[in-house]
Structure formats: C-alpha cells, structure tokens
C-alpha cells in the first residue's frame, strides 16, 4: 500500500487507495460529455447559446452572474482577481480551461461557458489554483509532482466550498469537477478538513486520489503521469 497523508483513511477513499484503477476513457473525443455527467444540476443553468471567440475576454452572461453572487467566496476572489490584473480569457480550441499562473490569465473553454453551472463548477477550480500559497520545490521529480498534485486538492477544496455556499444560497449544486466516482471521497475529506482545519493535509491526500484517479482535460491523461512528463520537459 503506498503511503498517504492522513494517518486514519477515510472510508469513503479506502477503495480508491487500495485498489487503484487506472481511469477508463471511453470518449477520447468527446471529453465533455463526461463533463456533463460529473454531478447533478440545476437544467436552468446548463443551456445556452452564446458565440464566445477563442482569445477574447470572457463577459459572464446573466445567469452565469446570478451563480458568482450566490457565493461569497467566488465574488471575493473574482474582485481580488481584477484589481491584480487577472484576465478571463476563452480558450483555443482543444486548449481546455487551465490557469498560467505567470501571465495571470484563466483560460475556461467556450463548450463549458455555455452551461453556467460547468462555468462556476470550472472556474471555482481554477480560483483554487490561483490562491493555493504553497511554493513550488522542483528540487526532485517527487517533490514537484506532489506539489502540483496538493494544488489540485487545494482546487478541488475551494470548488466545494463555492459548490456548498451556491447551494445553501440558491439551492443551486454546480457539482464538482472530478471523476464522479471520486466525488464521495473528496466530500468526506472536506468534512474532515472543517473539523481538523488541517488544510495541507486535506490538499495532499485529495492531490494522491488525482495521481492515478483523474485525468487532465487537455491530453486525457492520468495527473501522476502527466506532471511526470511536464518535470522531464523542464
């Protein structure tokens, strides 16, 4: 059994710990039909047809804006964000919705920003990127994965905290973005997590479901293997 960071497993990921499975792709092309069923929403927020061009700025349509203001948290970050000159930025096509933490720009891709809960699901994500604190050690291969891998935790955490504020707010749930077989664990890791307050513990042991239990958006990969690939590119 490999080692992880909490010392009492939860049960919930005991499964998911013991015996990994490699993740299955069943729509190589068509990763966001498997987007589309990573939780249960609201059908009011997931219809639109608006034309987003790839590489201009993203304004939020109206409903998309009713989602932001039922979070607290989302509103505060989004507002951080702009007086640091962050930038909202639809994606290139085949690009997926990713954060470059260097030319501070979020890019969310124009398939999801047509469905306001897939938007907020996204973005909540990508916030959690942005604000995650701890710094990079790319001293060893090891280090470096881990630490890209605790920044999906921190991801992740903040999406269920924007998730859980939206829903007592709105009775609105934007879901989570993650296999929905992981959903679960990341939950009860969560409610661990308001308990303890041992937010690095909590972001580290959701980062080791992702190595082998997730895969990245853009080339389909499991996360372990491709932050693997991005510290040999160096």
């Known amino acids: 059994m490999r080692n992880y960071c909490l010392s009492k497993l939860l049960p919930s990921c005991q499964k998911l710990i013991e015996n990994i499975v490699e993740p299955k792709i069943e729509h190589n092309n068509n990763q966001f039909s498997d987007l589309l ?32 203001s039922g979070s607290t948290t989302l509103s505060r970050a ?33 398939r999801v920003l047509n469905h306001p809960n897939l938007t907020i699901q996204a973005l909540s994500h990508e916030i959690g ?24 935790g921190a991801a992740t955490i903040k999406n269920i905290e924007i998730q859980r504020e939206i829903i007592n ?23 661990n997590y308001l308990i303890d307050n041992k937010f690095d513990e909590a972001t580290k042991y959701i980062g080791e479901i992702y190595r082998y239990n997730e ?19 160096l």
């Open 37 to 68: 069923n990573m939780a249960p929403m609201s059908t009011y927020f997931l219809d639109e047809k608006i034309k987003y061009i790839p590489g201009k700025k993203i304004r939020f349509s109206e409903k998309t804006q009713m989602l932001i």
């Open 78 to 110: 989004l507002k951080t964000m702009e007086v640091d000159g962050w930038k909202l930025v639809v994606a290139q096509r085949g690009q997926g919705t990713a954060t470059d933490l260097r030319r501070k720009t979020v890019f969310i891709s124009s």
């Open 129 to 152: 990127h942005i604000f995650y604190t701890e710094k990079p050690n790319i001293k060893s291969k090891s280090n470096f994965i881990s630490y890209f891998l605790a920044s999906e």
């Open 169 to 191: 707010h709105m009775a609105v749930d934007i879901g989570i973005m993650a296999n929905p077989r992981n959903i679960k664990c990341y939950n009860e890791v969560y409610d």
């Open 215 to 233: 895969i990245t958006s853009n080339n389909l990969k499991p996360y372990g293997q491709y932050y693997n690939e991005v510290y040999n590119d």
